[in-house]
């Protein structure tokens, strides 16, 4: 490696950014199971084939590519930068803010290797979770095995997954970034894509043109003919 200082933050930098855009899709997700509820289902039903490929999309990309982040045999993954900076600590020049001296200070070689041996512990801590991503990955997500594409019930049952476990390998993801946020680039990071043009936001107009089109006052008493409003050319009524 010729410049370890740049080389590994811009390396630091792709990998942080795959990692918001897969929890970004997270919360989608999230989205989309909290409107799946009783009280707003009707609104998700209005489009509940789109949000079903939203769905089988989303959840797929979020599994193969976390997959990607933590693995040890991918050629570029958060594991192998621990590993990296571990190895070129001294040209990479973690830093530290220091309350004592009231300055940003380098930290020491030993200290920043405790740090990276933990960030990678907690990964290891989550290697169930992983091996059964991988295993859903190498026989149903990116490859097709004989035997559980006779039989669907064999991926339950070999690489059980649920959605607690996801959400914790996600948080720990996060707080890896989040730390290693600080030493790379002396600043808080927030893992969330703030939008106001997400799911959310599709939704809560969904549900507005469904209330829209539902309500008495509109149809019956101003005689309005909702359905133009919903016709692929609609043309503004002169008042």
Avoid at 17 to 38: G, P, R
């Amino acid at each position: 490696m010729e410049n370890p200082h740049k080389q590994l933050r811009e390396y630091f930098e792709n990998i942080m950014f795959d990692f918001l855009y897969i929890n970004a899709l997270y919360e989608q997700v999230k989205t989309i199971y909290k409107w799946n509820e009783a009280k707003e289902k009707k609104t998700l039903d209005t489009g509940s084939f789109f949000f079903r490929l939203v769905l089988f999309s989303f959840i797929r990309t979020i599994l193969i590519d976390t997959y990607k982040l933590v693995s040890p045999k991918e050629d570029k993954s958060l594991v192998d930068w621990l590993n990296q900076v571990k190895v070129h600590t001294e040209a990479f020049k973690p830093v530290q803010y220091s309350p004592r001296h009231n300055k940003t200070q380098i930290i020491s070689k030993k200290e920043y290797h405790e740090i990276v041996d933990r960030h990678i512990e907690q990964i290891i801590s989550k290697q169930l979770i992983i091996d059964r991503i991988k295993g859903r990955r190498n026989t149903f997500l990116a490859h097709r095995d004989s035997e559980i594409f006779n039989n669907s019930q064999l991926l339950e049952e070999l690489y059980p997954i649920n959605d607690s476990e996801i959400e914790e390998l996600l948080k720990t993801i996060s707080e890896i970034f989040k730390e290693q946020h600080l030493y790379v680039c002396d600043s808080a990071f927030d893992v969330r894509i703030n939008s106001g043009t997400d799911i959310e936001t599709v939704l809560r107009f969904i549900r507005a043109a469904t209330r829209f089109r539902e309500d008495e006052r509109i149809t019956k008493e101003l005689k309005v003919n909702v359905y133009e409003y919903f016709l692929p050319h609609f043309k503004k009524a002169k008042i």
